[in-house]
């Protein structure tokens, strides 16, 4: 090629990255604008509670989610103490987004007074409740919190306030000293994370405007997934990318030839890494949580935009740096200096690895199959069942506290109640299934006329009575009707977020599903339950279709049907532990409550698909050498030439993956864990021990039904003595 190409073609690569990062840099700061952390983008499609939300502004006028302001005393509150709370409740009333505040309730016990705030669930809840508490102070002798839904969705959203800033800043900071550490260059761990950092400012420019369009649904979980897994998926391909470069360089070809020789052979297995991985991220597609499905196509996009840019703009930067990118450890011709120097046994880490695995082959398997099946066995400690929303957040949470404040002087489900959309002719038996249920303490009516916006109604002689549900001597009102339906306000017994509730609601969908078809139940506590259902049924039915698309994607890559099924089993032996002791780490070092039914299929997907990128960055050099060598010898050179790559690859995965943890939430420090441990378990476990060796037991009948294993069984048949005996190979080998 004419030299100006040679230099023009890399140069507009990198400009056209320039450009699309410099668009994509500022959306960083405006990502609230098309973000939402509220219940709704995380209900499942289906549920019934999913279908009493979309009706609520039917019933009410207005989209409000209710926030709860509790204030408590030691003694019985005097008139001017209750006075104090009647102007608060006027001066919060006063605020922007706010609707009609109730007047002050009072408590029996006569300790502690609660105030109804409705809030517009479509403005700023969270600066909302900010202002809402900035009024809400001690006051002779009182302490007063905000809670409710509202409450606890502003903490939640106060939680994922340090993804934009302090979960990058961790995550490229871990990231790049780690690079600094496996280069020992100062040029190009910037180059690598340039790679990283424009892959994803162009993947959030091109997820914004998704759902800016309302395409795709974008939260705090979903936002924090994304940036780690880019981040690590980008950097893990320009790993490969880089060490295909270096080797070539050392080799003596020029920059260009380099290049060239660098993209051919890392482009399939970057290819086939990001495809299983995008594959395996759209079976969430299959789920029915509204957050799930858009998981899969948000990450995909981010796992593109990383393919595209490890085979781009990482190869257009080095073909302009050349060899003073490894500046000051410059690879040098006949002279090549390569992490994966394949030298004489006794010289290296990876040819002693290589020879280790190579002499004890079957020991080495059993037992680190063994050593993963013990692990394991914590699985059965594992609680995915759900948790209450009080614990989502870490650490201290106002609503947390206001919502125990609430149960100790009224009934614990004041606040958050079930709302329960009853039709109008089968009012009678629907409130006589409520009277009949000891988890049910009181029932109102939505009335739009009514002062208060409800009337409370009870059964007198077999009829419904409505009265005010407000101050002595308000008028009652009809309660709304739509579409001959009408809605039912049912406080529970029991805190909205406790297991007692969850199993209230599921007793009143029983007995309304007998006496009364047709009835809907929804509200935060039936949220829980159909979303906690809905995930169970998403982890059954979406991990063997990953399962399937995988080995699929394997045997395509592979041409094998045996080794990629080995593959496989190898990585959910390896998943099983990771989740074992994740499991006996949350109930015995960090005292979790328990975990959400998605964290398991979160695990499974990033691991499972990441974990076979490190099988494809494996077996393809394998593959490739054997070619050439025959099989136990190119799983000896495979394993030199890649065991640094993966190991740094997965040391930086881990580090991205770990930094999720500085965000307070209860699910992303739990993925953060299983996925950061079982990722350095893949590393130095399975694709170091437990696959090399399990390969050179079987020998060439790996590739079996291939071409490659009918030819290797016919012209080149290996003997295990003389293989065990085989010298590894030399630099000059590899090289060439």
């Known amino acids: 090629m004419p030299?100006?190409?040679?230099?023009?073609?890399?140069?507009?690569?990198?400009?056209?990255?320039?450009?699309g990062g410099s668009i994509?840099?500022?959306?960083?700061?405006?990502?609230?604008e098309v973000a939402t952390n509220d219940q709704s983008s995380f209900l499942p499609a289906s549920a019934d509670a999913t279908q009493v939300s979309e009706r609520l502004t039917d019933f009410t006028g207005a989209e409000e989610i209710p926030a709860v302001v509790v204030a408590a005393s030691d003694a019985p509150l005097d008139d001017a103490q209750v006075s104090a709370l009647t102007d608060l409740g006027a001066a919060i009333a006063d605020l922007d987004g706010v609707g009609e505040v109730s007047p002050p309730i009072p408590s029996e016990d006569g300790l502690a007074v609660q105030i109804f705030v409705p809030i517009d669930a479509s403005g700023e809840v969270r600066e909302i409740v900010e202002e809402i508490r900035s009024l809400v102070q001690e006051d002779a002798g009182m302490e007063a919190w905000v809670t409710g839904p509202a409450g606890f969705t502003a903490d939640l959203v106060a939680g994922f306030l340090g993804i934009d800033g302090l979960l990058l800043i961790v995550a490229l900071a871990a990231v790049f000293v780690i690079l600094v550490i496996v280069y020992r260059s100062p040029l190009l761990p910037i180059l690598v994370l340039l790679t990283s950092v424009f892959a994803l400012c162009v993947a959030l420019l091109t997820v914004w405007w998704l759902a800016k369009a309302d395409i795709v649904v974008l939260n705090g979980q979903v936002q924090g997934i994304l940036f780690i897994l880019v981040i690590g998926a980008a950097t893990d391909y320009a790993l490969l990318y880089t060490a295909r470069y270096r080797e070539a360089v050392g080799s003596g070809l020029s920059r260009w030839d380099a290049t060239l020789r660098a993209w051919k052979g890392a482009v399939e297995p970057i290819i086939a890494s990001g495809g299983t991985v995008i594959a395996g991220l759209l079976c969430l597609l299959l789920s029915d949580l509204a957050s799930n499905k858009a998981l899969g196509p948000i990450a995909s996009i981010g796992i593109a935009f990383s393919m595209l840019s490890a085979l781009t703009?990482?190869?257009?930067?080095?073909?302009?740096?050349?060899?003073?990118?490894?500046?000051?450890?410059?690879?040098?011709?006949?002279?090549?200096?390569?992490?994966?120097?394949?030298?004489?046994?006794?010289?290296?880490?990876?040819?002693r690895q290589a020879r280790f695995v190579a002499r004890r082959a079957r020991t080495v398997w059993i037992a680190s199959t063994v050593v993963l099946l013990a692990g394991a066995a914590g699985v059965l400690q594992l609680n995915a069942n759900g948790v209450p929303a009080s614990d989502l957040v870490l650490g201290a949470s106002e609503a947390r506290d206001g919502q125990i404040a609430l149960a100790e002087h009224f009934p614990a489900g004041s606040g958050s109640p079930a709302s329960i959309i009853v039709p109008e002719d089968r009012l009678t038996d629907a409130l006589a299934v409520l009277e009949d249920s000891p988890g049910v303490s009181s029932v109102a009516a939505i009335a739009a006329d009514s002062p208060t916006g409800q009337v409370s109604v009870t059964l007198q002689d077999?009829?419904?009575?409505?009265?005010?549900?407000?101050?002595?001597?308000?008028?009652?009102?009809?309660?709304?009707?739509?579409?001959?339906?009408?809605?039912?306000?049912?406080?529970?017994?029991?805190?909205?977020?406790?297991?007692?509730?969850?199993?209230?609601?599921?007793?009143?969908?029983?007995?309304?599903?007998?006496?009364v078809p047709g009835v809907l139940i929804g509200g935060s506590t039936a949220t829980d339950v159909d979303t906690n259902d809905t995930s169970i049924r998403d982890r059954t039915v979406i991990i063997p279709v990953i399962l399937v698309v995988i080995l699929v994607i394997l045997m395509l890559l592979l041409r094998s049907v045996l080794a990629p099924v080995l593959l496989i089993l190898s990585t959910i032996v390896s998943f099983g532990t990771a989740l074992g002791v994740s499991a006996l780490v949350f109930n015995h070092v960090f005292d979790f409550p328990g975990a959400d039914p998605a964290v398991p299929l979160y695990g499974f997907v990033f691991l499972v698909a990441l974990g076979v990128d490190y099988n494809i960055f494996l077996m393809s050099r394998v593959r490739e050498e054997t070619m050439q060598h025959g099989t136990r010898q190119g799983i000896a050179r495979g394993l030199v030439a890649t065991g640094g790559v993966i190991t740094s690859a997965g040391l930086v995965l881990a580090a991205t993956f770990a930094a999720l943890g500085v965000i307070p939430i209860l699910f992303l420090a739990q993925i953060a864990f299983i996925v950061a441990f079982g990722v350095l378990l893949d590393t130095f476990v399975v694709r170091s021990l437990l696959v090399p060796a399990l390969a050179h037991d079987i020998g060439p009948a790996i590739w079996w039904p291939s071409k490659l294993w009918r030819r290797e069984r016919a012209e080149l048949p290996l003997q295990r003595s003389a293989d065990l005996e085989a010298p590894l190979p030399s630099r000059r080998d590899l090289r060439e």
Do not use: H, M, N, Q
């Not at 003073?324 to 200096?337: H, K, M, N, Q, S």
């Open 3 to 19: 030299r100006w190409l040679r230099i023009g073609l890399p140069a507009l690569l990198v400009l056209i990255w320039v450009v």
């Open 462 to 515: 077999g009829e419904p009575v409505f009265a005010a549900a407000g101050p002595p001597g308000a008028p009652a009102a009809a309660p709304t009707v739509s579409e001959g339906d009408v809605l039912l306000s049912a406080t529970l017994t029991d805190s909205a977020d406790s297991l007692a509730a969850e199993e209230t609601v599921r007793d009143l969908r029983e007995d309304f599903a007998e006496s």
């Open 24 to 32: 994509g840099g500022p959306y960083f700061g405006k990502v609230d």
């Open 313 to 351: 703009f990482l190869p257009a930067l080095l073909a302009l740096f050349g060899r003073t990118a490894f500046w000051p450890f410059i690879p040098r011709t006949g002279a090549v200096d390569l992490p994966d120097d394949p030298a004489a046994p006794v010289r290296g880490l990876w040819p």
